[in-house]
């Protein structure tokens, strides 16, 4: 009998693992198209780094808009890009401060740029740590977007597939961190992987005598793909184009 758990057990987590093993085999072949690389994560800290170090790094916001837009106005803390047809006028921030955006700091942004009377706002910044901060944008009538720096990559620099010059860089991990392993375990496409994994060890337990071995692990498969499909701090919201 304990022979046969112990077997019953091996099996299943050989099967497991195998095919965990080949999911991530295709998922890393899929990752070009889908989601932020770690190397792209990356350069995305070093390129606001950099950035900040910039004399004027609004330069660079000037000449990626103008890949797309004609008519824009830089000045030296944003750019105003109009869409006269539209009567639409965009103004692009950059926060070159790495304690975050809160409240206090949007609001003094904002009193500096109201007078420009934009209809959207995109504050792009190293991150938002005031926990209030979404909420407290519902005050404003202006749409106002707040980009940090892996928003930013994503959705500006790939965008218009112009990327500023690499300066400044941060010294590099020797080891991924457990905050990545978790992301990449529980992100929504991970869901498939699991149930498809749970569904093989379900069938299996049907040819196999101590199948509630295979049924504890098919379970545990069943609560992976829960956490991977609705746990919102690893999966993001697909938006418009920001300018």
């Keep these: 009998m304990a022979k046969r758990l112990w077997l019953s057990v091996l099996v299943s987590a050989i ?7 080949i999911f991530f085999v295709i998922s890393k072949k899929r990752k070009k198209k889908f989601g932020m690389k770690l190397k792209e994560k990356e350069d995305a800290e070093n390129i606001f780094l950099s950035l900040c170090f910039e004399n004027n790094p609004m330069d660079f916001f000037f000449k990626m808009a103008s890949k797309r837009h004609h008519d824009i106005t830089k000045h030296k803390k944003y750019l105003l890009v ?42 792009c910044c190293y991150e938002t740590s005031d926990k209030n901060l979404n909420s407290f944008l519902r005050t404003f009538e202006e749409k106002i977007v707040i980009l ?24 590099k991990e020797k080891s991924v961190a457990f905050k990545d392993m978790l992301s990449y375990s529980f992100n929504k496409k991970r869901t498939k992987s699991y149930l498809f994994s749970a569904l093989i060890l379900i069938l299996s337990g049907l040819f196999v005598r101590l199948s509630i071995y295979y049924c504890i692990i098919a379970s545990l498969l069943i609560v992976f793909a829960l956490i991977s499909q609705f746990n919102t701090s690893f999966n993001t919201k697909k938006e418009d184009d920001i300018i």
């Design 82 to 123: 109009n869409y006269k047809l539209e009567n639409v006028k965009t103004l692009l921030w950059f926060d070159g401060s790495f304690e975050g955006l809160t409240v206090p700091r949007l609001c003094e942004i904002y009193d500096k740029i109201k007078k420009e009377k934009a209809t959207k706002i995109v504050i």
């Design 148 to 171: 940090d720096r892996y928003q930013t990559y994503e959705k500006l620099y790939k965008l218009y597939d112009y990327f500023p010059e690499i300066t400044k860089t941060y010294p």
């Design 15 to 21: 099967c497991t693992i195998c095919l965990y093993a």
